[in-house]
């Protein structure tokens, strides 16, 4: 059974940091491009980032490039979102996601989806 995990959403202020982690089981994780999409209440689902499945290449979304970084443990099949210098509008519930299409920014082009995590940036 394939399953994604994530942990390490939560309520944090804004300029502070998160990190978000995607466990997966059930497939083969070093075989698939893994990426993270958000969505905010109201508003479609949207890329974040993706990574390739050796780590190669990394791609983001504009509005998070400089300040989020994609990585990956395939020993651990994990998968990373480092989350820096937070805004409000960074506010949504994170999913990570597996493609084995390699390194994809659209949501329709991924297999396995988790379950999501909530972040909050407030004051």
């Known amino acids: 059974q394939v399953q994604l995990v994530e942990f390490g959403g939560a309520l944090v202020q804004p300029g502070g940091s998160l990190r978000l982690s995607c466990a997966g089981s059930?497939?083969?994780?070093?075989?698939?491009?893994m990426g993270w999409f958000r969505q905010a209440p109201g508003k479609e689902r949207e890329f974040v980032a993706t990574i390739s499945r050796s780590a190669a290449y990394k791609n983001y979304a504009d509005s998070v490039k400089g300040r989020f970084t994609i990585s990956r443990d395939n020993a651990k099949n994990t998968a990373f979102l480092q989350m820096n210098s937070l805004k409000p509008e960074d506010t949504a519930v994170y999913y990570c996601a597996a493609t084995q299409r390699g390194i994809r920014n659209v949501a329709t082009e991924y297999d396995y989806w988790g379950q999501g995590t909530q972040v909050t940036v407030s004051s």
């Open positions: 059930g497939f083969t994780f070093g075989s698939y491009g």
